[in-house]
């Protein structure tokens, strides 16, 4: 992601370096060390991203119900799988190359740079070949993959919100539209050095661009789709649906975490300067203390109201103070880290029941987690951090709206033509038979609760 | 794994580098900083392999009933550890040391170089002292790790073909042999440098020389050991034997996933120069699309077949596809990459009941997603790489004949001596309760299923 | 964590580095590239062993009943933001910043260094600017973030041996001390430069400093704590409670051992050099090779003495054998890790019948893993490496006494006031529903065990 401000900060360092004639060579790091160690940030960095979709699997599983444990497996496998394709295909183009006028110049089907490819193929590596390669700062697929990991995460958060009553190939289809256009469309307007940047919106590794605009898509598809059979009684009352299995939802929640390192860490975008590693250091202690002042807060915040700590509260608490976190991890005081974390999961408690309120069924609580802690985290910037907080809020609307008008269209067409819901039966029976005919847990049941 | 046309590439970028006098110092790697990429590259990249472990053992314990739930466990947890002991006893050796003359200078028990430890145990790191080691351009037991992962690799793919009816000691003993025998010796012909090698049979990370080893394994103890009892009915009907976890067996596939870009990136065999980190990032890229393209590909083919979709179909066809990629995951229109994992994960789909029509019982797919899919991929280089398809049919048959000709000897001697089967009513009972006197999931049990 | 010995040689290789003013610049890591080496390290490695908490969490509520799963899964999230929290309040300056005096230099809310804050605030990175963070050879967050996933698994050995009958919050706030106070004060006599480093104590990543540490306080709770109601009868017997989730104690073991890469191999706490490189290969060959020792042992030990293999002595061997290795990984004979290791998978399936014989319950067997297995390693130290067999005796008695009085006042404070341990009934019940209100499975159960 080329985030303006962040992305001259290091090539600041690099011109900085090559500058310093005067200094003995070995107190530097070379060009074409740092294109390695730029380029391995992405790749390692991107891996832990990666890892955050079998994450978002584990979690939903585990929140949804054993009937419909399968189908929430396929879907975040083949979001995932399509994320990439359709990022390939067309949405990392749309994002980041010639966004102005990327009619003329624009291409499908993205492929490495023509320097990179004489390079590899060449009988030697001579320094002609070398220095256009080392000249880009690092590898361009390194790049390619680092950004579309993040389209996948946010692709994630729309599945488990609409859990449970969502037909599998009206879904594919909105992610297909959802990460081939709309992701990067919005995304090219900070990202990709666009209008939002150059107003100087700052979201560092995207509590907005990308946290929020997967919370903006599964609220409207919730709208749309409308809640669970049973879940809101005619008499206001809201039924509890519990997770099937809750350490699958444990395991989630420690796999976003561990790979929320790469997410927020990768997101320095480079690590070729000691500049750039102590920048990256300090990342991955805030994003840390966040998430687990997030914790605390949810925990702190139902023992309080509801006199037991509650374990799912705590989870998406953990969410919600890295997705707090995630627009500015780079803040310099690390108590401000705490408290943001720890509101972005004070927030989760408080909007959970709000949402029941307003008969918004959100399975795996993605709204708060994602949506409502993005939104918190955009605005800390701009209190806690260097940005505006008028700019922070025009980002953070002008996103919204855009995702939920595009969004809403889009789940609005798919309802009238292919339908978007299962039928009522089939929202019985589980969307696992129904679906795919085949159960998650095919020998357990019959336990305590069996709905 | 000495690739010899990789190393040779990445060596030939270290040599440019220490020749180019003229160009300005710090636009250069470093030998010493070029060791440490290498090396840093193997372990990092090695541990991401060893993760796939875990994979194949959460894979296979969702696959199999709940009553061979505890025995797929150890038996993972024991091959990786029995695979790693033996790699190191002999294994290692007999792969890359001296293969041609291997009984004069051959030794048992690896160890690091002389040159590495008296580094490490110098009171000074002198220039003396370092520039040996930095000669060799990576550590010597960072290769080795590498390399043992890869190992434990082919010997996991053994267990979920055979699982729910083979004895645990008889198991371990034909996975003694196979990492310390077997795996190693045909893995000398190419990657020790021996005759395929010289040949120019091209296997990047071991579609054919890992996957397919172990897939030849798992296919001749199939048709030794004999299928499941009532897998196959007298009437020839295939009775359906449902895992009892797919959640478990989605995990699984996911982290197979995430380790492959270990498995692929980490087979460039450096990583310090601008063109080893280029050309590992084009290979993640590729790795990701083909898993991607198999997905897809696998739930697009089984709504076509059977008008629904299935989950483990989809999860193999991720397999697949990273299994196909495996051979030539350095191709360089990504594309081509997306068309080979597609084609994978077809395959997938297509042989799984091929297998049933022959009434050999892979339990988990192993066979066609490694097997079918990495003769697939080892073809793919000569037709969309630099290879030549001849030269891999070469490869593949000759792989192919070796690892069946002394797995099949190996498990009938193990048959007619200790026996590989467990009796009826062990069967019947389960594994767990027969071989180890315990319960996966005690507390569990009962549902629809009860098998 | 300033391991004396190993810092100084890594200081020691830099020093060398930049005196070697007649070797060609290139053949060396400069200054900042070792600094980014360094740093990168820290972060990586601390990653992994991040996810360890996660491997804890699987482990445990893989091993406890179903009716006690969630509240283990809570623990573990929560015990690892505390000890995230408190580390950065308190700890991490207690166990390094100045121990001699800390009463006059000591402050709250570590922070990252002036220099680094400069050197990123500034507009650009100037030569004056880079060269105090070089200086300091690793970025000081990076180093912090190290230090506090160490701590965050001493805390998480507690866990799992007090599990199904202790009270959260007063659990709760035994880890507040312990990740407050008692670690970093004992850590502080050996990685904080104090007493016992002086007296050459050696322990390279914790045998005693972690694993010990948690299993001390886990073995004083679990004596102050009281057996599970039922576990050991009047009679004598000893009652089997099986683990209601194998499957997820094997996941949880496969983390532990994939994050003991980050935990072993980053305790180099340095990568800027060939030395450090080859010797971190070293470091990850004989962790590898110490497990897989230790689960093979574990096998044929439960083999020879019960006539079956036992999973959960397996897995638990693993970890033993990787907690033996852990003070002496960087040993030079593969052999001797291999032997380290097997020895203590032995010594967990004899430690495991003794601790019932003396009413000592510990639910997941963290004691003979961690505790037992800890001191035999750091004994091992001084039999097969460079240590003093009596000052590693010295450092483990004094660490032993020193965590065993101030958790037993501390637990036996918790008991006289809060209560530590729930009611009769609510054991019975569960403390799923008691104390959170909810089930961890809510729709499985009533399989053959229901206790």
Known sequence: MIQ??????????????????????????SAET?????TFSFLIHGVLVMWMAAGFAMLESGLVRTKNTATICLKNIALYSVAGLLYYIIGYSLMYTDVAGYIGSFSLFYNSSEAELALINAEDATAELIAPVVG????????????????????????????????????????????????????????????????GFSDFAGSTIVHSVGGWAALTGAIILG??????????????????????????????????????????????????????????????????????AAMALTQILYKKIDLTMALNGAIAGLVSITAGPDVQNHLYAIV?????????????????????????????????????????????????????????????????????????????TLGIRVSDEEEEMGLDKAELGMEAYPEFGHGSQTI
Chains 1, 2, 3 share one sequence.
């Open 34 to 38: 740092q294109f390695v160690f730029n």
């Open 227 to 296: 809640a669970r059979r049973g879940k809101y009684g005619a008499d206001g009352r809201v039924r509890v649906l519990p997770g099937a299995n809750l350490p699958l939802a444990t395991l989630g929640t420690f796999i976003l975490w561990f790979g929320w390192f790469g997410f927020n860490g990768g997101s320095q975008l480079a690590l070729g300067s000691a500049l750039d590693a102590a920048a990256i250091a300090i990342v991955y202690v805030n994003t840390n203390l966040a998430a687990a002042a997030g914790v605390v």
């Open 136 to 199: 880009n700062g690092y590898s361009v697929m390194s790049d390619w993959f680092f950004q579309m990991v993040f389209v996948a995460t946010a692709a994630s958060i729309v599945s488990g919100t609409l859990a449970e009553r969502i037909k599998i190939w009206p879904f594919m289809i909105f992610i297909v539209a959802l990460t081939g256009l709309i992701y990067p469309i919005q995304g090219s307007w900070t990202w990709g050095g666009g209008w939002l940047s150059e107003l």
């Open 340 to 416: 943001i974390g720890a509101i972005g999961g004070g927030l989760v408690v408080v909007t959970i029941p709000l949402l029941d309120r307003l008969r918004i069924d959100d399975v795996v609580g993605a709204i708060p987690a994602h949506l409502v802690a993005g939104i918190w985290g955009t605005l800390a910037v701009g209190i806690f951090g260097s940005g505006s907080l008028g700019t922070q809020i025009v980002g953070i609307l002008a996103i919204g709206a855009f995702v939920t008008v595009t969004s809403a269209v889009l789940w609005l067409a798919l309802k009238v």
């Open 4 to 29: 303006s401000g962040k992305l001259l900060s290091g090539v600041g360092a690099v011109g900085a370096l090559l500058v310093l004639g005067a200094a003995p060579a070995q107190a530097e790091v």
